[in-house]
T-cell receptor, first 112, second 112 residues
Framework: EAGVAQSPRYKIIEKRQSVAFWCNPI?????LYWYQQILGQGPKLLIQ????????DSQLPKDRFSAERLKGVDSTLKIQPAKLEDSAVYLC??????????FGPGTRLTVT | SQQGEEDPQALSIQEGENATMNCSYK?????LQWYRQNSGRGLVHLIL?????REKHSGRLRVTLDTSKKSSSLLITASRAADTASYFC????????????FGEGTQLTVNP
């Protein structure tokens, strides 16, 4: 089966600019996650969707981050405006009926 | 609070040796999972151990869980150069949905 797809793989922007990341989960997976992974740290959950509804966005900086999952399939994560501390890898993961999460390759964001 | 802290932070061994990584956590859990992350890639699920299990095996992997000490260990036997990666433990508590809380990871280097 095809894995979790993410694009772009790399993005360099200046602070105060906006950026968007796209994720296509494994077909049939109802649960989708966005994580932020800062260099040298473990992934931190930003938001969790169940189909097209938000289950957990308690750690999402809502003043600058937003995410949507229209039609319960693809998802987009946006940052506007970006700050230097947003430099990180943004990982998308999806989950079916079991506990295991399947991760995409991530998008490496550099904010200058 | 940080849930899931691995030690050591870094481990360097020779091919053929065994590698042991430890993980401690703070609150009660439903299960604990180990993931591997190769440089610049997404995470790959390795093994899951439930809170009512004490030991689990999968190929060259052996995981133990001690809920009284809130700790787990991952043993990789007969290591190979291809095992070089970062290893993360992640805990799941069902009252927080299916949110995984990751530790900071152990960087394993297996020298040929």
């Amino acid at each position: 089966e095809a894995g979790v797809a993410q694009s772009p793989r790399y993005k360099i922007i200046e602070k105060r600019q906006s950026v968007a990341f796209w994720c296509n989960p494994i077909s049939g997976h109802a649960t989708l996650y966005w994580y932020q992974q800062i260099l040298g740290q473990g992934p931190k959950l930003l938001i969790q969707f169940q189909n097209n509804g938000v289950v957990d966005d308690s750690q999402l900086p809502k003043d600058r981050f937003s995410a949507e999952r229209l039609k319960g399939v693809d998802s987009t994560l946006k940052i506007q405006p970006a700050k230097l501390e947003d430099s990180a890898v943004y990982l998308c993961a999806s989950k079916g009926y079991v506990y295991e999460q399947y991760f995409g390759p991530g998008t490496r964001l550099t904010v200058t | 609070s940080q849930q899931g802290e691995e030690d050591p932070q870094a481990l360097s061994i020779q091919e053929g040796e065994n590698a042991t990584m430890n993980c401690s956590y703070k609150t009660s859990i439903n299960n604990l999972q180990w993931y591997r992350q190769n440089s610049g890639r997404g995470l790959v699920h390795l093994i899951l151990i439930r809170s009512n299990e004490r030991e689990k095996h999968s190929g060259r992997l052996r995981v133990t869980l001690d809920t009284s000490k809130k700790s787990s260990s991952l043993l990789i036997t007969a290591s190979r150069a291809a095992d070089t990666a970062s290893y993360f433990c992640a805990t799941l508590k069902e009252t927080s949905g299916s949110r995984l809380t990751f530790g900071e990871g152990t960087q394993l280097t297996v020298n040929p």
